[in-house]
């Protein structure tokens, strides 16, 4: 469902399929594992999804929370070359209310 690239401290997430309640695990695993290893930045590339489930959000809020807590942000990009840094779970249900209205 994801696949995962690191470059030196940095670590990009992508996806290009549907992201339903499956996803939410394997996500929050490489997520955890990143930002435990102090990845920054992290980005989730969700240009190529065309739909995510609440579980996914999740998932994504509270590994925004956490980057957040520790100085860093969650980088986000969406269809339409919107980009988001974000630094909480309020940013980033508010910046995925511009892609996928019925999940945020």
């Known amino acids: 469902m994801f696949t995962m690239v690191?470059?030196?401290?940095?670590?990009?997430f992508c996806a290009d399929e549907p992201l339903g309640g499956a996803a939410a695990p394997q996500l929050h695993q490489l997520l955890d594992e990143?930002?435990?290893e102090g990845a920054h930045p992290v980005v989730v590339d969700l240009v190529a999804v065309p739909d995510l489930d609440e579980g996914v959000v999740a998932v994504l809020a509270a590994a925004a929370d956490r980057?957040?807590?520790?100085?860093?942000?969650?980088?986000?990009?969406?269809?339409?070359?919107?980009r988001f840094q974000l630094m909480?779970?309020?940013e980033l249900r508010a910046a995925l209310a511009e892609g996928y209205p019925e999940a945020a």
């Not at 690191?6 to 990009?12: E, G, I, K, P």
Request: charged share 25%.
């Open 88 to 90: 909480s779970a309020f």
């Open 6 to 12: 690191r470059l030196d401290r940095a670590a990009l």
């Open 67 to 82: 980057l957040g807590h520790s100085g860093h942000c969650l980088e986000l990009r969406l269809s339409a070359d919107r």
């Open 34 to 36: 990143a930002i435990t």
